[in-house]
């Protein structure tokens, strides 16, 4: 094995706090492919609020087939397609997915070491991500993305989510916009809905 992303591996093995060790492996990860990656989906929702559990990490990035390959003999188990298994030493393990090669969004660093960080998902992307997904009709949707925003309300760009959101396709933007209306009202924020998304 390359000593491509070892430290990394062996930060997040010794790890405890579960938030961190998730961003440990991610740049891990990213030592291992050579190129940025970027955390989004739960685990980034977890690192935004504190308050949610994952059921994987997602991993947003190119991964080529050879790179993948890499990551296999640095000790992560193929589950097949773009997902993988990572065992920690205290027998706990993790899920990995790449659902996508392109970021969409923006994304702010956190810093793990003097010469370590990790790319994350910015918070007001991730509560456009969490719009979207509420859109679907479903309850779990909905109340996740109203979760998020009641945790990250007072810390997101309002003008920064509904710009993004206006630079939609029309039937997304429309949609959009109404649901962030009912989310932010939802959450206890309706003072932000009539100010940003009433339209």
């Known amino acids: 094995m390359s000593d491509r992303g070892r430290a990394e591996l062996a930060a997040a093995n010794r790890e405890s706090n579960k938030t961190v060790r998730r961003l440990w492996l991610v740049a891990a990860i990213q030592a291992i492919v050579a190129r940025p990656v970027f955390l989004v989906g739960g685990a980034a929702v977890d690192l ?13 990035g190119v991964v080529t087939t050879e790179e993948m390959a890499d990551l296999l003999l640095a000790g992560f188990t193929d589950l097949a397609g773009r997902h993988l298994r990572w065992d920690y030493s205290d027998g706990s393990m993790e899920l990995i997915e ?4 392109v970021l969409d969004g923006h994304f702010e ?3 793990l070491g003097d010469d370590v960080v990790v790319n994350v998902i910015s918070v007001e992307s991730l509560v456009v991500d969490r719009i979207h997904q509420a859109t679907d009709g ?9 979760r998020l925003v009641a945790a990250v309300a007072h810390r997101v760009d309002w003008e920064a989510v509904a710009a993004d959101l206006e630079g939609r396709p029309e039937a997304v933007y429309l949609r959009s916009m109404e649901w962030a209306y009912k989310i932010l009202t939802a959450s206890g ?4 809905g009539t100010n940003h998304f009433a339209r």
């Open 48 to 60: 935004h609020t504190g308050s949610y559990r994952p059921t994987d990490v997602d991993i947003v």
């Open 98 to 101: 790449f659902p996508d090669t």
């Open 109 to 111: 660093q956190v810093r």
């Open 138 to 146: 479903s309850l779990v949707t909905y109340e996740e993305a109203v």
């Open 189 to 192: 924020r309706e003072d932000l």
